[in-house]
């Protein structure tokens, strides 16, 4: 695992367009969606790093107790640029970082610590490319930082030599895009909490 601090940052600034607006404060098996992602990162024992977030923040994020929250005045320009201030953030507090999405309540706290442990950068597979949740260490960062548009972190990831891919458990990815994702989801942290 790397020694130097690692700061999460949970990316929520999307306009959920294919949803119809709020998914991340929806209630997904008694909870918001993104308060299980949130979570998972406290199961992991990690400490609560940043949230980014539109001009106006989900309630989730306003009520995540211990978390910043970074607005990110340029989100409906695309995911890029939500990584981009995630990676700056990181830089400027001379930090790695691991990068999730908020709208992912399935992702488990062993596999955001699998992303940590090793060396160098790991992104989590996605049936053979390389995805989010990611870690990218400090010295890494530069090219993140200048993200824009709709591209995430991926193409970046995917171009890294000594990348690690790391594979998550199965039925662990889902993310919450459409209406009819999340009753699929909710029967699935049922089934976890039982």
């Not at 949740?133 to 995430?152: M, Q, W």
């Not at 890294?160 to 699935?188: C, F, H, K, Y």
Request: hydrophobic share 50%; with cysteine; glycine share 10%.
């Amino acid at each position: 695992m790397t020694a130097r601090p690692t700061l999460v940052a949970v990316l929520a600034a999307g306009s959920a367009r294919r949803f119809g607006g709020g998914k991340l404060d929806t209630t997904c098996a008694g909870r918001r969606v993104a308060a299980w992602v949130l979570d998972a990162v406290a199961r992991a024992g990690l400490a609560s790093g940043v949230i980014v977030v539109p001009a106006d923040a989900p309630a989730f994020a306003r009520e995540a107790s211990g978390w910043h929250l970074l607005p990110n005045p340029r989100s409906e320009t695309g995911l890029g640029t939500s990584v981009a201030l995630a990676a700056r953030r990181a830089r400027t507090q001379g930090r790695d970082i691991l990068l999730l999405l908020a709208d992912m309540p399935l992702i488990e706290p062993m596999h955001l610590c699998a992303l940590l442990a090793g060396e160098g950068a790991a992104a989590t597979d996605h049936a053979g490319r390389a995805g989010v949740p990611a870690f990218v260490p400090y010295d890494l960062l530069d090219p993140l930082a200048r993200l824009e548009g709709k591209s995430g972190a991926g193409a970046f990831l995917s171009s890294l030599p000594d990348l690690r891919l790391v594979s998550a458990p199965p039925g662990t990815l889902a993310d919450v895009d459409r209406p009819e994702d999340l009753q699929a989801v909710a029967e699935a942290l049922a089934r976890r909490i039982a």
